[in-house]
């Protein structure tokens, strides 16, 4: 894993709500205490008081109480294993219903967001969604030596478990990157797990996330060869109380980690998460924000400042304020469609387009599918339509190193059938800059489907010698 310098970093903060969103067969908390009722009714009494929440009832459960005996405490908690044991179950019913659907449109543009900001998502939830769309996603990562590596579902996310070994390729071919995103999965995953007496983490373990959103199979047989589903899942269940849940060593780590970007972040983002108070480790934790980092809740139920409701109301009991006119937003779709405005007509202004040296780099992109291999990827370059003036991307399928003075626009046109292009019709970063000058989005057509793109972000990369400007891109 890379060690990633404290560098100030946007932070996103998940819950229920944001698995809610990208798609209904996620449950949030007090539905989720509804259906485990009914699953493991004759087993478990669930009997929840006037106004008392599953979380709630699920704490008292697991507490002992000093007026009862050992037995009845021992039997009390066994309930409750049980009970934590379902929700697990009910969660994993519940992703794969989910993953029959492609991701939705904001999604891919989030994810694309976060790549592009290098963001730091704080998840609350125990579900691989994100991994999942990841998965279906076309990120990718320019390392050492110019090789191009696929981020996966199973790179985002650390801190987290050991794997088993690599059984294949790709097991080992992308590594925890800071070339993207990172989230961080502050209550435990669905894949992790461990031994249930386990009281140091000594025995956690993860498995890999094969699947995608959208696709009935998974990218490679999920063999577990190590059992690792033998074990018990290693979740913080939704308590009130979570305290006994937080001394192993990699809750130490997730939540130092956690922290440690909190304290740093240029801008804080509340996706779906209510910020109930009770849970004082995860409302402390954003208490900490500096008072001068702007700070966005996404949320169809905000609820208000005065009277006191809701995550506004949360905020503001923690001392911190987000501005209904500035600061909130109706839905998480709203706030990635205008995260999507801001980034595709600042590019203008972009610091790698105003520097001298960006006159000596070429303009390429990175997509994949060229080979009918989701995962794998190859460099375009632009050319403009000269009917339509609308821009297509052509694939760099000849190496051209850097003591070519063939440029790479040249070596592409003149593998090109002749006669069917023009030098003047491929784009250079000088043509690149006019084209959205003035804070216009640079739009282009996927080489593989019909499906438009739109850039977003540019990155300096080397490959072979030669200096590239990398035109970042997103579903428009």
């Given at each position: 894993m890379?060690?990633?310098?404290?560098?100030?970093?946007?932070?996103?903060?998940?819950?229920?709500?944001?698995s809610?969103?990208?798609?209904?067969?996620m449950?949030i908390?007090?539905?989720?205490g509804?259906?485990?009722?009914e699953?493991?009714?004759?087993?478990?009494d669930i009997s929840?008081?006037?106004?008392?929440?599953?979380?709630?009832?699920?704490?008292?459960?697991?507490?002992?109480?000093?007026f009862?005996?050992?037995?009845?405490n021992?039997?009390?908690r066994?309930?409750?294993d049980?009970?934590?044991?379902?929700?697990?179950?009910v969660?994993?019913?519940?992703?794969?219903?989910?993953?029959?659907?492609?991701?939705?449109?904001?999604?891919?543009?989030l994810l694309?967001?976060?790549?592009?900001?290098k963001?730091?998502?704080?998840?609350?939830?125990?579900?691989?969604?994100?991994e999942r769309?990841?998965?279906?996603g076309e990120?990718?990562?320019?390392?050492?030596?110019s090789?191009i590596?696929?981020?996966l579902?199973d790179?985002?996310v650390?801190?987290?478990?050991a794997?088993?070994?690599?059984?294949?390729y790709y097991?080992v071919?992308?590594?925890?990157?800071?070339?993207?995103m990172?989230v961080?999965?502050?209550?435990?995953?669905?894949?992790?797990?461990w031994a249930?007496?386990?009281t140091?983490?000594a025995t956690?373990i993860?498995?890999?996330?094969?699947?995608?959103?959208?696709?009935?199979?998974?990218?490679?047989?999920?063999?577990?060869?190590?059992g690792i589903?033998?074990?018990?899942?290693?979740l913080v269940?939704p308590?009130?109380?979570k305290d006994?849940?937080y001394?192993?060593?990699?809750?130490?780590?997730?939540?130092?980690?956690?922290?440690k970007?909190?304290?740093?972040a240029?801008?804080l983002?509340?996706?779906?998460?209510?910020?109930?108070l009770?849970d004082?480790?995860a409302?402390?934790l954003?208490s900490?924000?500096p008072?001068?980092?702007p700070?966005?809740v996404?949320?169809?139920?905000?609820?208000s400042?005065?009277p006191?409701k809701?995550?506004?109301g949360?905020?503001?009991d923690?001392?911190l304020t987000?501005?209904?006119d500035t600061h909130?937003r109706a839905?998480i779709?709203?706030f990635?469609?205008?995260?999507?405005?801001?980034?595709?007509t600042?590019?203008t202004?972009?610091?790698?387009?105003n520097?001298e040296?960006?006159?000596?780099?070429?303009?390429?992109?990175?997509?994949a599918?060229?080979?009918?291999?989701?995962?794998?990827?190859d460099y375009?370059?632009?050319?403009?339509e000269?009917?339509?003036?609308?821009?297509s991307?052509q694939?760099v399928?000849?190496?051209?190193?850097a003591?070519s003075?063939m440029?790479?626009n040249?070596a592409?046109?003149?593998s090109?059938?002749?006669?069917?292009?023009?030098l003047?019709s491929?784009l250079?970063v000088?043509?690149f800059?006019?084209?959205?000058?003035g804070?216009?989005?640079?739009?282009?057509q996927?080489?593989?489907?019909?499906?438009l793109?739109?850039?977003?972000g540019?990155?300096?990369?080397?490959?072979r010698?030669?200096r590239?400007?990398?035109?970042?891109?997103?579903?428009?």
């Amino acid at each position: 894993m890379d060690h990633l310098p404290v560098t100030s970093r946007p932070v996103y903060v998940l819950g229920a709500g944001f698995s809610k969103a990208v798609s209904d067969s996620m449950p949030i908390t007090n539905a989720l205490g509804s259906e485990i009722k009914e699953r493991l009714s004759g087993q478990v009494d669930i009997s929840l008081r006037n106004e008392q929440s599953f979380e709630d009832w699920l704490t008292v459960q697991i507490t002992p109480l000093p007026f009862l005996s050992s037995h009845e405490n021992s039997v009390r908690r066994a309930h409750a294993d049980l009970v934590i044991a379902e929700i697990a179950a009910v969660l994993d019913q519940r992703v794969t219903a989910a993953s029959e659907s492609a991701s939705p449109h904001w999604l891919r543009q989030l994810l694309t967001i976060w790549d592009v900001e290098k963001a730091v998502i704080l998840t609350f939830n125990y579900d691989s969604l994100i991994e999942r769309a990841v998965n279906a996603g076309e990120l990718f990562v320019v390392g050492s030596g110019s090789n191009i590596s696929a981020v996966l579902g199973d790179n985002v996310v650390f801190p987290a478990p050991a794997a088993p070994p690599a059984e294949i390729y790709y097991d080992v071919s992308s590594p925890h990157s800071k070339g993207t995103m990172q989230v961080i999965k502050m209550h435990g995953s669905l894949l992790w797990y461990w031994a249930s007496d386990d009281t140091t983490g000594a025995t956690l373990i993860r498995r890999r996330e094969r699947n995608l959103l959208g696709d009935p199979k998974p990218y490679v047989e999920d063999n577990d060869f190590n059992g690792i589903r033998e074990l018990d899942r290693y979740l913080v269940p939704p308590l009130i109380i979570k305290d006994g849940y937080y001394g192993t060593y990699l809750a130490t780590v997730i939540w130092r980690s956690a922290r440690k970007f909190i304290d740093s972040a240029s801008s804080l983002a509340i996706m779906g998460y209510s910020l109930p108070l009770e849970d004082r480790a995860a409302s402390q934790l954003i208490s900490r924000i500096p008072s001068d980092i702007p700070i966005t809740v996404a949320d169809l139920h905000p609820g208000s400042i005065e009277p006191r409701k809701g995550i506004l109301g949360n905020l503001a009991d923690l001392g911190l304020t987000a501005s209904r006119d500035t600061h909130v937003r109706a839905s998480i779709t709203e706030f990635v469609t205008e995260r999507m405005k801001q980034l595709t007509t600042s590019l203008t202004n972009h610091s790698l387009l105003n520097r001298e040296s960006g006159k000596e780099m070429e303009l390429v992109t990175v997509i994949a599918g060229g080979r009918n291999d989701r995962f794998t990827s190859d460099y375009y370059v632009f050319t403009r339509e000269n009917t339509s003036g609308s821009y297509s991307a052509q694939i760099v399928d000849i190496p051209v190193d850097a003591n070519s003075e063939m440029s790479l626009n040249e070596a592409v046109l003149n593998s090109m059938p002749h006669g069917t292009g023009r030098l003047e019709s491929f784009l250079t970063v000088e043509g690149f800059k006019s084209a959205i000058s003035g804070g216009e989005c640079f739009y282009f057509q996927h080489p593989h489907r019909e499906e438009l793109l739109v850039a977003i972000g540019l990155e300096q990369i080397v490959h072979r010698g030669r200096r590239l400007l990398r035109v970042k891109w997103a579903p428009a």
